[in-house]
């Protein structure tokens, strides 16, 4: 995925540079009432976690042994993602509505710090609970642009999504033997975020930073170690996206 983005952004660059900056390109870009194009970028996710008050005084087994609590951290992994876009003018060019179904790949880890109970010696139990998810994600945003300086705009995003998780396990069986962390497969997110929009020629280049926060408690409690300390959990990620419109 880097290279694919590190040679378009080359490209990109030398349709840029190709011609003089003062010159003005893609004058007719505003005038049209919809535009369509592609993105392409890479994603940061994790969790809000909210844990239980009592959580580092109870007990859990694990292979007939007992254990105590010591800590859950959250670790923020790097996924991708890309998507097609469709982008409605609202009357202005100034603001418009754009409607981006996106394929996302992400994983968030929550590393569980387990210290056995009447043991002669301190025994650290480590265990990382992976959450892999592909998302298939509908999000509807507000897009609020600057006026055109010469081949440069900004612009400001406000709307949210819904996502759907075409690998979730919340309908497989619980393993109690060797239990995993459950998730719900449907989501709602707010999503803000901004970016800035550089024309070529024949298209137009966006560098897009989008900051994503779950509105539902996606955690299935079923009573396994790693879900009974935690009250609840809302997915989250930062995007960097590039978008190539025309």
Same mark, same amino acid.
Request: hydrophobic share 40%; proline share 3%.
């Given at each position: 995925?880097?290279?694919?983005?590190?040679?378009?952004?080359?490209?990109?660059?030398?349709?840029?540079?190709?011609?003089?900056?003062?010159?003005?390109?893609?004058?007719?870009?505003?005038?049209?009432?919809?535009?369509?194009?592609?993105?392409?970028?890479?994603?940061?996710?994790?969790?809000?976690?909210?844990?239980?008050?009592?959580?580092?005084?109870?007990?859990?087994?694990?292979?007939?042994?007992?254990?105590?609590?010591?800590?859950?951290?959250?670790?923020?992994?790097?996924?991708? +993602?890309?998507?097609?876009? %469709?982008?409605?003018?609202?009357?202005? =060019?100034? @603001? /418009?509505? *754009?409607?981006?179904?996106?394929?996302?790949?992400?994983?968030?880890?929550?590393?569980?710090?387990?210290?056995?109970?009447?043991?002669?010696?301190?025994?650290?139990?480590?265990?990382?609970?992976r959450v892999n998810s592909t998302n298939l994600s509908f999000p509807f945003i507000l897009m609020f642009r600057t006026k055109r300086l010469n081949n440069f705009t900004a612009?400001?995003?406000?709307?949210?999504?819904?996502?759907?998780?075409? +690998?979730?396990?919340?309908? %497989?069986?619980?393993?109690?033997?060797? =239990?995993? @962390? /459950?998730? *719900?497969?449907?989501?709602?997110?707010?999503?803000?975020?901004?970016?800035?929009?550089?024309?070529?020629t024949y298209f137009k280049f966006a560098v897009e930073l989008k900051y994503s926060h779950g509105v539902r408690n996606v955690l299935i409690q079923e009573q396994t170690p790693?879900?009974?300390?935690?009250?609840?959990?809302?997915?989250?990620?930062?995007?960097?996206?590039?978008?190539?419109?025309?």
């Amino acid at each position: 995925m880097k290279y694919i983005l590190f040679f378009l952004f080359c490209l990109f660059v030398n349709q840029l540079f190709s011609q003089k900056l003062y010159q003005e390109r893609y004058k007719s870009f505003d005038k049209r009432l919809f535009h369509f194009g592609f993105m392409l970028g890479t994603n940061t996710s994790d969790f809000t976690k909210y844990e239980k008050l009592d959580v580092y005084n109870k007990q859990y087994q694990f292979y007939n042994a007992l254990y105590s609590l010591q800590a859950i951290k959250n670790n923020p992994t790097i996924g991708a +993602q890309l998507g097609i876009l %469709s982008t409605l003018k609202l009357g202005t =060019p100034l @603001l /418009k509505l *754009r409607f981006m179904p996106t394929l996302s790949f992400e994983e968030r880890v929550l590393s569980y710090t387990f210290e056995k109970i009447n043991s002669f010696d301190t025994l650290i139990y480590l265990k990382d609970q992976r959450v892999n998810s592909t998302n298939l994600s509908f999000p509807f945003i507000l897009m609020f642009r600057t006026k055109r300086l010469n081949n440069f705009t900004a612009y400001a995003l406000l709307g949210g999504s819904y996502s759907l998780d075409l +690998q979730s396990q919340e309908n %497989s069986a619980q393993n109690y033997i060797d =239990p995993f @962390l /459950k998730i *719900r497969k449907n989501d709602f997110q707010g999503q803000i975020g901004g970016g800035i929009e550089i024309f070529a020629t024949y298209f137009k280049f966006a560098v897009e930073l989008k900051y994503s926060h779950g509105v539902r408690n996606v955690l299935i409690q079923e009573q396994t170690p790693f879900d009974r300390p935690i009250e609840k959990l809302y997915n989250k990620g930062w995007w960097i996206s590039l978008i190539f419109e025309g």
